[in-house]
C-alpha cells in the first residue's frame, strides 16, 4: 500500500525589512513602537522611507511612540489572501488611528465581530512570528 505525502504546510508570509525601516522591526521585536521622524521638519514618516515627503529631507531619527489608538476602520477576512492564513479565518484586520498621528494596519485580538466600533480603544502588542520578526497587533485598551 502507497502513502500519500501530506503537502508541506504553508509558509506565512513575512515582511523584507530595509535599511530605512529596520529600526521599526526592531523595536516591535523590542516591544517598542518606533517611528520615523524627519530631522529637518520634525514630522512623522511610517511607512519609514528615505525621503521626508514634506520638507525632502533624507536626515531621520528615531523615537519610541505611544502603542495607543482608537479603532479607525475594520474589515472581517473570510477568504484569505494567503493560504498560510486559511486556519484563521474568520479573522478581524483593523485600521488604526494612532496617538502618534500615523494610522496602522494588523490584526485584531480579543474583540468579538459584533462588539467592534469605530472609536474603540485599543493598543498595540506584538506577536513574534520567527526569531527576529515580530508583527504587531491590537488588543482591546
Not at 509558509?11 to 513602537?33: A, K, V
Not at 512623522?44 to 528615531?62: G, K, Q
Not at 480579543?110 to 469605530?118: C, P, S, T, V
Request: proline share 11%; with cysteine; net charge neutral.
Amino acid at each position: 500500500m502507497s502513502q500519500v505525502a501530506t503537502p508541506p504546510a504553508p509558509e506565512r508570509p513575512l515582511p523584507t525589512p530595509t535599511r530605512e525601516s529596520q529600526p521599526y522591526w526592531d523595536g516591535l521585536r523590542e516591544g517598542r513602537f518606533m517611528l520615523q521622524h524627519c530631522a529637518a521638519c520634525g514630522k512623522v514618516r511610517h511607512y519609514p522611507r528615505p525621503v521626508c515627503p514634506h520638507c525632502f529631507s533624507m536626515e531621520s531619527e528615531w523615537r519610541e511612540a505611544s502603542r495607543d489608538g482608537v479603532i479607525h476602520s475594520w474589515t472581517v477576512c473570510h477568504h484569505p489572501f494567503n493560504f498560510f492564513f486559511k486556519q484563521m479565518t474568520p479573522y478581524i484586520v483593523a485600521l488604526v488611528d494612532m496617538e502618534a498621528g500615523v494610522r496602522v494596519n494588523a490584526p485584531l485580538r480579543g474583540i468579538a465581530e459584533e462588539d467592534l466600533r469605530i472609536g474603540t480603544r485599543v493598543r498595540m502588542a506584538f506577536e513574534p512570528a520567527t526569531r527576529d520578526v515580530t508583527l504587531p497587533c491590537f488588543e482591546p485598551a
